[in-house]
């Protein structure tokens, strides 16, 4: 939820001697149903990152513009005032080299196509499991020992 122009209500976590792995990613959940963003908050957490969440895309545009950055973005691509394929635009034109996942409920391959070509480097169903998770986060992983 945004409080002002650069203020939101986060929810931040530490991590578990067991998650040192991941004590340094950070993830931003953009959903605009706060049980998808409470279910996948908490799934992230129990892996080890550091959570916030956004209501839409303008929300996430505006913490990046606020100078916030995340190793993982969630986005969702179904919300008002701004839906995930044009917010993932806007932080592609922006410069933004996060991992972009969209999660959506729709099944068909024309609309996760379109959603795709809009700059995400994955895409799966909602909500997301714990194997999905994992995925990520061992590309994650690769991505930094890479850089």
Do not use: W, Y
Not at 20 to 42: E, G
Not at 127 to 142: A, D
């Amino acid at each position: 939820m945004m409080l002002g122009n650069c203020a939101t209500s986060s929810s931040l976590s530490t991590t578990s001697d067991e998650d040192i792995v991941n004590n340094n990613l950070t993830a931003l959940v953009v959903d605009d149903s706060p049980m998808i963003r409470k279910l996948h908050d908490m799934h992230l957490k129990k892996f080890g990152l550091k959570v916030q969440v956004a209501e839409n895309g303008k929300n996430a545009i505006d913490l990046f513009r606020c100078g916030a950055s995340f190793n993982l973005i969630l986005m969702d691509k179904e919300m008002p005032i701004m839906d995930g394929a044009e917010a993932t635009r806007e932080l592609r034109t922006m410069g933004v080299t996060s991992m972009i996942v969209g999660v959506t409920s729709l099944d068909s391959i024309f609309d996760r196509q379109a959603f795709m070509e809009a700059g995400l480097d994955h895409c799966f169903t909602k909500p997301l499991t714990t194997e999905n998770i994992n995925f990520l986060l061992q590309e994650l992983n690769k991505n930094n020992e890479e850089n």
